[in-house]
C-alpha cells in the first residue's frame, strides 16, 4: 500500500457496504484504499437470507420509501449481476388467523406497481392442490399467494464489487485493521494494523468512510476517539439448512403466529435454507452462534406448515449474523426500520469530511454507497459523476443479460466440463470462467481435485485474485463447497493452501 502520497479516500470494513462504496468511489476517479480486519464478507455480508428483495412485510409498517427504492435496486442488480442475482418464486400460505386475506392481496398489489418490471412475474392467488405429491404444504392448507422476488450469492456479490473496485485503481487490503485515525492540519492520519504479523504502517487520507458494520460505533468510538449522534441496536438473525424438504424450484414465506415471516429457500440443489431470527444482541459480532431455542423456533414454524415435521436433528449447518440496525427506539424487534442513515461530519478548519454508515440492507448497498461519495465529491475537484447502476459486476457482462444463453456459450466452448462443475463455474464467476480457464484445454489441465470438484486452478484463481488465504475463505465464501467437505478433506485443503501461499 502506498505510504507516502495520501489517498483520497480510506474505506473501514470489507462488508457489501465497504466495497460498494470502494468501487463508486474508485470508478469516479479517486484514490482509494479500503482495509478489512477479517475475510472480505465474513461478518453480516455472509450471513444474510441470500435475498435481494424489496421487503415486503415492510409495507405493514408503511415503510413505502424503503420498499420502492429496494425494488429499483433489485431490477438493477439483477441487469448488473445475472450470474449471481437470480429471480425465484416465493409461495405465501395463507393463514386466516394471522392477516387478512385482503391484506396480502393488496400488498402484493403494491408490491408489483412499485417494482414493475417485465422481468419479474406479477402475484397471484393459488390453490394448493391437496393431493399433488410435490406439495410439502400440510393437506388443511388450500390457498395462498405467489410473487416473485430475487436470490444471491451475498458473499460473492461482496467479492464481485470489491474486484470491481480493484479494477478501478482501489487498493484492497485484507486482514489489515485500522486501529486509529486522527485528524491532522493537512490529512487524516490513519494506522493500519496487520493482524498477523502486528506490523504497523500509517497513511494518510484527505477523507474517511467508516463501513465498519456492527463495529461501526467502536470504529467511531475507539479508532477515531468521536461520538456519533446515531445509534446502532445490534439484532443476530440466524439461519439453519437441512436436506431440501421439496422438489420445486421455488421459495415459501411462512408466517409466525408472533407476526414475522420465515423463507423456506431452495439452497445449492440439495438443501433448504430456513430463517431468520430476530434476537436482541450483546456480544462480538464474530462470536454469534444460533442457540437451541432459535433452532425450535425455526423447525416450529415449518411444521407448522409442513406435511413433514421438521426436527432439529436434520440441521446440518447453521450460520448467525448480527444486524446493525438504526436505533429507532422500537421495543419490536422485527419492526425496527431496515433502512440506513448517513452521518457527515466535517473539520470546520480543514475540512476533511468523515461519512459513518449506519444500518441499511443488502438489496441497498449500491444506493448507499452512491449516496456516501456523493456526500464526498464537493471536495474533490476531480471527482466524476455516479456510475455503477450503468455498468454490470466483473462476471456480469452476460450477452444481453441473458444467463441460459451465456450458460450454452460456456458449454459449447468448453464441452470437456462436465455438466455440474460447469454450472457451478458459470453461477459463481459468470464471464471471469473465462479469465480462470485462460488457455486451459482439458480436465487434466485443470490440476488436483482437492475435493467435490474444487480443482488447483480455481484455487490458485482464488488465491491470486480474490483475496482468499485460507480454507475457510475459500469453502464458505468463494465456493460455498464447505457443506460437503468432512473435516478431514478441510485439513487437506488448509494444508494445499498454507503450502502454495504465496
Known amino acids: 500500500m502506498n505510504t507516502e502520497h495520501p489517498y483520497d479516500v480510506v474505506v473501514i470494513g470489507g462488508g457489501i457496504n465497504g466495497v460498494g462504496v470502494a468501487a463508486d468511489a474508485a470508478g469516479r476517479g479517486l484514490s482509494v484504499l479500503l482495509c478489512e480486519q477479517s475475510d472480505l464478507a465474513s461478518a453480516t455480508s455472509s450471513a444474510s437470507s441470500k435475498l435481494i428483495h424489496g421487503g415486503l412485510r415492510y409495507l405493514e409498517h408503511y415503510d413505502f420509501a424503503l420498499v420502492r427504492s429496494s425494488l429499483i435496486e433489485r431490477k438493477v442488480l439483477l441487469k448488473s449481476a445475472p450470474h449471481l442475482v437470480h429471480p425465484i418464486r416465493f409461495a405465501v400460505p395463507f393463514n386466516k388467523l394471522l392477516r387478512p386475506f385482503w391484506i396480502i392481496r393488496l400488498g402484493l398489489f403494491l408490491y408489483d406497481l412499485m417494482g414493475h418490471s417485465r422481468t419479474f412475474k406479477r402475484s397471484k392467488a393459488i390453490y394448493f392442490n391437496p393431493t399433488d405429491t410435490s406439495n ?183 450460520w448467525s449474523g448480527v444486524r446493525p440496525l ?37 438489496t441497498t448497498y449500491r444506493l448507499v454507497s452512491e449516496k456516501a461519495i456523493d456526500m464526498l465529491a464537493p471536495y474533490f475537484i476531480h471527482c466524476s459523476n455516479a456510475w455503477t447502476s450503468k455498468f454490470p459486476l466483473p462476471g456480469g457482462d452476460l450477452p444481453d443479460g441473458n444467463f441460459t444463453s451465456f450458460l450454452e456459450k460456456l458449454a459449447q466452448d468448453y464441452d470437456w466440463l462436465p455438466s455440474a462443475l460447469l454450472m457451478r463455474y458459470a453461477q459463481t464467476y459468470g464471464t471471469l470462467t473465462y479469465v480462470m480457464l485462460k488457455d486451459i484445454q482439458n480436465e487434466t489441465q485443470l490440476g488436483q481435485d482437492l475435493g467435490h470438484g474444487l480443482y488447483e486452478i480455481e484455487l490458485k484463481y482464488l488465491m491470486d485474485n480474490e483475496w482468499a488465504t485460507t480454507a475457510e475463505d475459500i469453502l464458505l465464501r468463494r465456493t460455498k463447497l464447505g457443506l460437503f467437505y468432512t473435516p478431514s478433506e478441510q485439513e487437506r485443503l488448509e494444508e494445499w493452501i498454507q503450502k502454495n501461499n504465496k
Open 326 to 362: 438504526v436505533d429507532d427506539k422500537s421495543s419490536n424487534l422485527s419492526a425496527i426500520n431496515r433502512g440506513y442513515r448517513l452521518e457527515f461530519n466535517v473539520d470546520g478548519k480543514n475540512s476533511l469530511p468523515l461519512v459513518n454508515i449506519f444500518g441499511g440492507k443488502l
Open 136 to 318: 410439502p404444504l400440510k393437506r388443511t392448507i388450500r390457498k395462498g399467494f405467489i410473487y416473485t422476488d430475487c436470490i444471491v450469492d451475498d458473499a460473492r456479490l461482496v467479492v464481485a464489487n470489491a474486484l470491481r473496485a480493484k479494477h478501478r485503481g482501489a487498493k484492497i487490503v485484507t486482514r489489515v485493521k485500522c486501529i486509529h485515525a486522527i485528524r491532522t492540519q493537512d490529512f487524516w492520519e490513519v494506522t493500519l494494523e496487520n493482524v498477523l504479523t502486528k506490523q504497523k504502517c500509517m497513511i494518510r487520507a484527505r477523507s474517511l468512510v467508516n463501513a465498519a458494520g456492527p463495529w461501526v460505533e467502536d470504529v467511531n468510538k475507539n479508532v477515531l476517539q468521536m461520538q456519533s449522534e446515531t445509534h446502532i441496536r445490534l439484532v443476530k438473525g440466524s439461519h439453519i439448512i437441512v436436506p431440501k424438504l421439496y422438489d420445486k424450484e421455488q421459495a415459501y414465506v411462512l408466517q409466525h403466529k408472533d407476526g414475522r415471516i420465515v423463507f423456506v429457500i431452495p439452497y445449492l440443489k440439495q438443501f433448504s435454507m430456513i430463517g431468520t431470527t430476530d434476537v436482541e444482541y450483546n456480544g462480538a459480532p464474530l462470536k454469534a452462534k444460533i442457540d437451541l431455542q432459535e433452532m425450535e423456533y425455526l423447525c416450529d414454524i415449518v411444521s407448522d406448515y409442513f406435511h413433514h415435521p421438521l426436527k432439529s436433528q436434520q440441521i446440518l449447518s447453521t
